[in-house]
């Protein structure tokens, strides 16, 4: 069993930076691939970056790249997402996620345990 809590969602101006934590409880976090996925309002959940048990292999959807990073401290049992240059079109509820494998995914419906969710709202 592990336990999600996202931090750091707030409100930003367009162009700005926020940085999302996730903490996990639970003494096997090093084993877990761990995912960031958010929605908007009236949207579905989209994936938007995922990292490897080990953090060598990530991954991030097309609309983040080369603005967002995740990283993980297995060592803190957290998982972070830098966010820069964020646009109206960021604002969402990020979610934080963890898969029962080493290597990454894509997909919502691989990942086994979903944190509460933390707004990020981005003002024109």
């Known amino acids: 069993q592990v336990q999600l809590v996202e931090s750091g969602g707030g409100l930003v101006q367009a162009g700005g930076s926020l940085r999302l934590s996730c903490a996990a409880s639970?003494?096997?976090?090093?084993?877990?691939?761990m995912g960031w996925f958010r929605q908007a309002p009236g949207k579905e959940r989209e994936f938007v970056a995922a990292?490897?048990?080990?953090?060598?292999?990530?991954y991030y959807a097309d609309s983040v790249k080369g603005r967002f990073t995740i990283s993980r401290d297995n060592a803190e049992n957290t998982v972070y997402l830098q966010m820069n240059s964020l646009k109206p079109e960021d604002t969402a509820v990020y979610y934080c996620?963890?898969?029962?494998?080493?290597?990454?995914?894509?997909?919502?419906?691989?990942?086994?345990?979903w944190g509460q969710g933390t707004q990020v709202t981005v003002s024109s």
């Open positions: 996620a963890a898969a029962g494998a080493l290597a990454l995914r894509l997909i919502s419906n691989e990942y086994d345990y």
């Open positions: 639970g003494r096997t976090f090093s084993s877990y691939a």
């Open positions: 990292i490897s048990w080990s953090g060598k292999t990530i």
